[in-house]
Every structure is written in C-alpha cells, then in structure tokens.
C-alpha cells in the first residue's frame, strides 16, 4: 500500500481528528529526556504536534522522500536497513509505517537492534476492523493496493514484540471523537471493533541466562595460631 493513502485520510475531517487525538498519544508517552536519541521512522510533517525539535536536538527522522519537521535532524534510509549503530537509541517512533512495509518483520528486528536494553517504541497503526478506514480506502482505492495483506491487527503486533523480547506497557484505541490509553496490553472488547486506529508503547528488555550446573563444595578448613600468626589449612592436608 502507498503511504498517500495515510495523508489522504489525514486531509478528511475523520482523519483531522485522528491526527489531533493521535498527536496527543505520542505527546503523552514521550517520556525519554531531551539529551537522549529518538528516532522517528516515516516522516508526518506535523510532529510539532508532539515534539519540540528546538528543545529535542537528538530527535531524528529516517524517511526516503525526506518528509517530517524540517528542524529534526534528517536521514534517508529504509526501516528495515536502518544506517544506525547497535544500542545507541532510546526511543523510536513508527507513526503508521507498519502498515506500508513490505519487510516490516525486518524492521521489527532492525529496531530491537538499535535500541538500547531499556528502550522504548511507540507504535500507531491503523485497525483492520475499522469501517471508517475501510471506507476511505474505497474511496481512494488508487493509493492502495489491497487491504487484508498490509492492515496488522493488534494481537498479531503484541506476538512480533513479545517474540523479540519487549514488554508492553501501554496501549490506546482511537475512535471516531475520543481515545482511551490503558496500562499493559491490550484487553479486548466489543468497543475495540469501533476503533479507527490503535497505538501501543512497549520496552526492550535484555534477559541474562543463568548458567546451571553442578555445585562444587570446598572442602572445611581449620584455623591454627602459632606464636600470634594464623595459618589456614586444609582439613586433608591434617589427615598426615
């Protein structure tokens, strides 16, 4: 699917709305200070609505048609190649992005490469149930390509973080004049099928193993003093 569809649906009054209730989600889970590194994967070109560049110098936006606040720092790449280093970034940000890649299981991987242990992602995508999505999409049927095989349901989202160690922490549901943020993961409804979009924030967490083997019992030893001096020796060493 094209991204035009995205700002389309962002031009029509519906999708006005989403913007202004979606833009209030980013703002409210952006917790990382302003000297950390954020990354913000696919340009909007309203990220004033949520983020301050002028005061978030770190703030970067990776995008192929070089879209986004012209006062975040810009790169072009693709998401699932991202030009970056192992564990140097606190926060990403994928505002609809998902929904319109051909290799977002890659990109699923190439973000838990470059977050740190401890970092954050926020996730807006789009619900597959919506009837107003749906409809917009027959109306601009030519900005798309099909819409089982890009749409990702939120369930299926929560197994691709899960499956690569990250921990929700919040979710949201965007309806049609309101939207609601929950603690820890989703928890479907019947309310959940009227959701235009939906957005989750999770955390990177590293687990170390513990190797398990046999233990090894040091054998007793016995303290002696002689003239004031005190010698430690090995119980099998006194056997003699």
Known sequence: MKRKFLFALYQSPRGKLLQTMEGQFLKRSITVSCKQQQLQIGGLG???DFIDCSLYRNYCILDLDALGNDKALQVKGKAYTLPIQTESVDLIILPHMLEFDKHRFRTIREIERVLKPGGEIIILNFNPLSFSVRYQYLL???LA???VSHFISRSRVVDWLKLMNFEVLSTAEFYVDTFKIRTGGFQPNFRSLFAIAYGLKAVKRRYKLIPVGSTITQKSRFAAA?????FSLKKDETDD
């Open 145 to 147: 390509d099909s819409w």
């Open 226 to 230: 002689i003239n004031g001096m005190k």
């Open 46 to 48: 309203w990220e004033e």
């Open 140 to 142: 601009d049927k030519k």
